[in-house]
């Protein structure tokens, strides 16, 4: 995975990340498109299909307009 994808992979690298920073408004990009997180939820990866594995994801609302 690490070949693959670099970035922040965990709750804690995400946590540690975040509290390192002072407090202020957050919200994900996605290319051109903002977004703000409205949850965390467990899913489901069902990697064979025999077994599968749970996961967080952050459940986001597209935003209108543009804070930047």
């Known amino acids: 995975m690490d070949g693959i994808f670099n970035g922040i992979?965990?709750?804690?690298?995400?946590?540690?990340?975040?509290?390192?920073?002072?407090d202020s408004l957050i919200t994900i990009c996605v290319r051109e498109d903002e977004y703000m997180a409205e949850k965390v939820k467990t899913v489901k990866t069902h990697a064979n299909y025999d077994d599968c594995v749970a996961h967080?994801?952050?459940?986001?609302k597209k935003m209108k307009g543009n804070l930047r």
């Open 56 to 60: 967080k994801t952050i459940v986001c």
């Open 9 to 22: 992979r965990t709750s804690h690298e995400l946590a540690k990340t975040l509290l390192a920073e002072p």
